[in-house]
Nanobody, 126 residues
Framework: QMQLVESGGGLVQPGGSLRLSCAAS????????MAWFRQALGREREFVAG????????FYTGSVKGRFTISRDNTKNTVYLQMNSLKPEDTAVYYC???????????????????WGQGTQVTVSS
């Protein structure tokens, strides 16, 4: 079993930045593809960004491309999501997820992921 714990969420003004962290325990992240999803109130959970197990492939949803960056530090068993130029429409609960995979294809569907964190709230408002 793997446990994922997100942190770093909060309230930020439009145009501001936040860095989310996802700390894994129970298993090493080295063998897992990782992703961030988000779910706004009343909406379905949606893919935000993903990173292959090797780190060689990344994929972003169009609305965050150029503003968000996903990265991983396997020595700390942690994945990050750097979010810049935040907009009110980025407001959501953000979840990290892991998929045991040695493919360099980053998947965007929720059903591909094996483990999920509990989520961290990000609110972008003035």
């Amino acid at each position: 079993q793997m446990q994922l714990v997100e942190s770093g969420g909060g309230l930020v003004q439009p145009g501001g930045s936040l860095r989310l962290s996802c700390a894994a325990s129970g298993r090493t992240l080295s063998y897992y593809a990782m992703a961030w999803f988000r779910q706004a109130l009343g909406r379905e959970r949606e893919f935000v960004a993903g990173l292959s197990w090797s780190g060689s492939s990344t994929f972003y949803t169009g609305s965050v491309k150029g503003r968000f960056t996903i990265s991983r530090d396997n020595t700390k068993n942690t994945v990050y999501l750097q979010m810049n130029s935040l907009k009110p429409e980025d407001t959501a609960v953000y979840y990290c997820a892991s998929e045991y995979s040695h493919s360099n294809v980053v998947r965007s569907d929720t059903s591909s992921y094996d483990y999920w964190g509990q989520g961290t709230q990000v609110t972008v408002s003035s």
